[in-house]
């Protein structure tokens, strides 16, 4: 199970960390990708870490303001998200991927993961 968690109504140019913490799974073996669905809209790709926690990649429009990483101690994902625009409107999700071998990937298709999370809000006012 994945709990994502952190969201809320923020002002442009504001900070938010979005939690993903997972409970039953030993989340160190899972790479995680964080995505999102804005109303009328398909769900994207935010960013994503392997396995390893080695490879972190993300879309452009997160590169320079998004940050993701992992706690492993904590079973826990975060997503910093700086510098938030009333674009980055959405439910964000975070999701698993178990991996065996390739501790190092990074996952962009929604459809590689296994494991989801209910979504938390996130809604930035101009």
């Known amino acids: 199970q994945l709990q994502a968690s952190g969201g809320g109504l923020v002002q442009a140019g504001d900070s938010l960390r979005l939690s993903c913490a997972a409970s039953?799974?030993?989340?160190?073996?899972?790479?995680v990708g964080w995505f999102r669905q804005a109303p009328g809209k398909e769900r994207e790709f935010v960013a994503g870490i392997s396995r390893s926690g080695s490879s972190t990649d993300y879309a452009d429009s997160a590169k320079g303001r998004f940050t993701i990483s992992r706690d492993n101690a904590k079973n826990t994902v975060y997503l910093e998200m700086n510098s938030l625009k009333p674009e980055d409107t959405a439910v964000y999700y975070c999701?698993?991927?178990?991996?065996?071998?390739?501790?190092?990937?990074?996952?962009?298709?929604?459809?590689?993961?296994?494991?989801w999370g209910q979504g938390t809000q996130v809604t930035v006012s101009s």
């Open positions: 039953g799974n030993t989340f160190s073996n899972y790479a």
């Open positions: 999701a698993g991927k178990w991996i065996k071998f390739y501790i190092g990937i990074v996952y962009y298709r929604s459809q590689s993961y296994d494991l």
